[in-house]
């Protein structure tokens, strides 16, 4: 599975953005997908994840109520609407996929990563 991130951008706090996770490879719609992001100088972190029907999601306490995870399996896609942006949410995301969904928030359960995206919310 190869998996690319895009619609990163700078905005303003307050403002929304929504990321795009376009995957390759049919087997894309049988695994769990997760966003994870990393600020300058910090450890990379959980933000959400989705399973593989969608019929389950998580979210990181810092973004619950805020960001908004979803798929579309037929287009081989998984987006993260991020709404209430602020300025500690700048950082690089990535998504990433793993077999179970158990265990979601661990960034070494993931087998497949894409490149990052880069988020800038300015105060």
């Known amino acids: 599975v190869q998996l690319q991130a895009s619609g990163g951008g700078l905005v303003q706090a307050g403002g929304s953005l929504r990321l795009s996770c376009a995957a390759s490879g049919r087997t894309f719609r049988t695994y769990h997908t997760g966003w994870f992001r990393q600020a300058p100088g910090m450890e990379r972190e959980f933000v959400a994840a989705?399973?593989?029907?969608?019929?389950?999601?998580g979210y990181a306490d810092s973004v619950k109520g805020r960001f908004t995870i979803s798929r579309d399996n037929a287009k081989n896609m998984v987006y993260l609407q991020m709404n209430s942006l602020k300025p500690e949410d700048t950082a690089v995301y990535y998504c990433a996929v793993k077999v179970g969904f158990s265990d979601y928030e661990t960034d070494m359960q993931y087998a497949y990563w894409g490149q990052g995206t880069l988020v800038t919310v300015s105060s």
């Open positions: 989705i399973s593989w029907s969608g019929g389950s999601t």
